[in-house]
């Protein structure tokens, strides 16, 4: 399997752990993996990417341009910062909730994510997640990435077994919130099952 995996959003999202999920999954099916993290400003908030790469053929960890399979993207703009890693053929798994960064508080743009989601949704196939209706229904908003985790696994998109990304997600979270985490990752993958994509 070659697979090559873009996760983005911003600081305090979790997109970390989940390309780590990922990564340590691939692994734990036999696959070779290399993956790097490029982080904008050190803080909640600034944009965090995460490249992840599956397969012999990976040589290095940055995906090249226009070669990802599937961008999992926790806030919307960040998807269309990063959409020309998006193969033609890619997907992205995108949440729909957006995160107002600190510099449209001061100009007050009213950026509340909709003008992302309708570009992505004309030019790129897209399953869209109603984040935060989800996490309500969880009990949190620190489900979000365990939650997108799920519905790529669900969506068969990460070509790797649902069973080993429930594994590797129940080893990396600390005990006390792993059945919440279990919890938030089974629902993902009933979303991913099920939700149609749309461009």
Request: glycine share 12%.
């Amino acid at each position: 399997m070659t697979k090559n995996i873009l996760i983005t959003g911003v600081g305090g999202q979790g997109t970390v752990l989940a390309s780590r999920i990922i990564a340590a999954s691939a692994m734990a099916e036999g696959h070779m993996v290399h993956s790097a993290e490029t982080i904008g400003m050190a803080q909640r908030g600034g944009p965090v990417t995460s490249h992840v790469r599956i397969g012999e053929e990976a040589f290095s960890p940055l995906i090249p341009l226009g070669t990802a399979e599937l961008i999992l993207g926790f806030e919307p703009s960040e998807v269309v910062r990063n959409i020309a890693y998006l193969s033609p053929d890619g997907l992205a798994i995108v949440n729909t909730t957006a995160v107002r960064p600190v510099t449209e508080s001061l100009a007050r743009s009213g950026y509340d994510g909709t003008a992302m989601i309708d570009y992505l949704n004309r030019n790129i196939r897209c399953i869209f997640v109603e984040g935060r209706e989800e996490c309500q229904r969880l009990g949190s908003a620190k489900f979000l990435n365990i939650l997108l985790l799920g519905v790529a696994a669900g969506s068969g998109q990460l070509g790797i077994a649902p069973e080993t990304i429930l594994d590797e997600t129940s080893e990396r979270v600390p005990e006390r919130f792993r059945e919440a985490n279990l919890r938030a990752l089974r629902r993902g993958m009933e979303i991913g099952m099920t939700k149609e994509e749309k461009k």
